[in-house]
């Protein structure tokens, strides 16, 4: 029941920068439409939102390059221009020639009386909105220095920046900077919503995200497959409502692992986070210095240092790692789950010092039900790469953690990133407050609350870790990103599962 339920969701497609660029023009030819007319369909949009968001300002600056993007940004000038606006044009190289459709927007904006200036710092002052449409999806490799000091100066303004299509400088599949990359107020993405706007580097650059199908994102979705999706926490119907009848056996039995001496918080987290999550009954297997306190603030939680094989059969899904650590215990702790469940799957969530673990003894591969939960220093360590690497192709790596490990794995960060090898979900919620310390031990604590009261280890991550972001978003708007702890999730979280 809860898993047919919650199946019902909805999610966005993502794509690939290039799987645009392929279909677009298919797609607009079966809508009876024309590339120009496509491309003034854009920069009308472009306007349209800039008005939106903000209506009581009179001086533009438009920034063109030489792609598809200026010609959408010169149109958005000349539709700025008929509205009365005051328009400026420049480009970093005014005379270079354009071709097809950009040729004729510029020609457009010239016939109808515009320019197209030379770039200069002194062009930001007196400007009230900018719109990039320096660089578009098709750059590859670090951007020239000409385009990085004029995405430099608009960095450094104070002037809201509306970018068309893409952040100028970003790689739209990867999310990964090029260089200097423009940090925009918001981004208008045509089509097909872009992967590397989503995620990491991507999700800061873009500000606001806003989509416009132009008309053709019907055809356009025929056309191209898409391995990726948009996950927002008002797609999801819930879990089903409880039957009078039910007790507490009926809601799972999950089994906590971690605390070793000194480090009691995290399994604590977990645990509750768990209980708030709806799991009827929660144990924490701990090292012996650190029951007292996991115990005295929570004692809805069962709580042993012994009988851990007891544990392991009595449980219906397992969490290990939090406040593991690495030591000799650690080692034992671990490698007593592992050859439990070598005999006896069940499922697995691997957070914190298991996944350190995990990385160097990997000889532990093939639990059907398992997740993995890494933060950008994990995956780096996981997959022996660095987690610069890691962090200009987050949605690879992703995939790579998953199928080295035979995983269903969720790559913490902006812009969270579940994989199961096959396809991947980024999670649309989240804020900056949520990094700090805990954030991820109350994760791990939902999703092993979700996968033991039954649902499949895909959908409680989809599930869960929309739940946990949007948990934060709700509490760092109602008192502020600064200062925002783990445990201020708990009430929160406790709302949105009984949605």
Request: aromatic share 6%; glycine share 10%; charged share 20%.
């Amino acid at each position: 029941m809860l898993q047919k339920k919650l199946a019902n969701s909805l999610t966005q497609k993502l794509y690939r920068a290039d799987q645009v660029r392929l279909h677009e023009e298919k797609a607009a030819s079966q809508m009876g439409v024309d590339m120009y007319s496509l491309m003034q369909r854009a920069g009308g949009c472009v306007f349209q939102n800039c008005v939106s968001m903000f209506p009581n300002i009179d001086n533009y600056l438009v920034l063109v390059g030489i792609g598809h993007n200026a010609g959408d940004g010169y149109i958005a000038a000349l539709t700025a221009a008929n509205a009365g606006k005051n328009v400026t044009v420049c480009a970093v190289e005014p005379e270079r020639e354009v071709h097809g459709d950009v040729a004729r927007a510029k020609e457009d904006w010239i016939n109808a009386g515009g320019k197209v200036m030379p770039f200069t710092t002194e062009r930001l002052k007196n400007i009230d909105i900018v719109i990039d449409a320096l660089l578009g999806t098709g750059i590859n490799g670090v951007i020239r220095t000409e385009f990085a000091a004029v995405i430099d100066a608009v960095n450094q303004s104070s002037i809201p920046v509306i970018s068309v299509d893409v952040p100028s400088g970003l790689d739209a599949t990867t999310g990964n900077s090029l260089g200097e990359c423009i940090q925009a107020t918001a981004t208008i993405t045509f089509i097909g919503i872009k992967t590397g706007l989503t995620t990491g580097a991507g999700k800061q650059s873009c500000g606001q995200l806003v989509f416009e199908d132009l008309g053709v994102g019907k055809a356009f979705a025929e056309l191209a497959r898409s391995d990726a999706s948009a996950l927002d926490f008002k797609h999801f119907k819930g879990l089903a409502p409880r039957p009078v009848h039910s007790h507490k056996g009926s809601y799972g039995r999950l089994l906590c692992i971690g605390g070793n001496k000194g480090m009691s918080g995290a399994i604590r987290l977990s645990a509750e986070a768990a209980l708030r999550t709806g799991t009827g009954l929660v144990k924490v297997f701990a090292h012996e210095d650190s029951i007292l306190q996991i115990n005295a603030g929570r004692p809805e939680l069962m709580v042993s240092a012994t009988g851990l094989e007891e544990s392991l059969a009595w449980a219906t899904c397992i969490v290990i790692g939090p406040g593991l650590g690495q030591n000799e215990w650690s080692q034992q702790t671990f490698d007593s789950v592992m050859a439990y469940l070598q005999k006896n799957p069940k499922p697995i969530v691997f957070d914190a010092d298991a996944l350190n673990l995990k990385s160097v003894y990997n000889k532990y591969v093939g639990l059907p039900e398992c997740v993995m939960t890494p933060h950008t220093g994990e995956a780096a360590r996981l997959l022996n790469v660095s987690v610069e690497e890691i962090e200009s192709d987050r949605f690879n790596y992703a995939r790579q953690s998953a199928q080295r490990y035979d995983a269903t794995c969720v790559l913490k960060g902006a812009g969270s990133i579940v994989d199961n090898q096959h396809h991947s979900w980024v999670c649309r919620h989240g804020n900056p407050g949520m990094a700090t310390a805990g954030m991820g031990d109350v994760l791990a604590g939902i999703l092993g609350s979700l996968m033991s009261q039954g649902l499949s280890k895909d959908m409680a991550c989809q599930y869960g870790v929309s739940i946990h972001a949007k948990a934060g978003d709700i509490v760092a708007q109602k008192y502020g990103q600064r200062g925002l702890l783990a445990s201020d999730l708990f009430k929160a979280v406790r709302v949105l599962i009984n949605e």
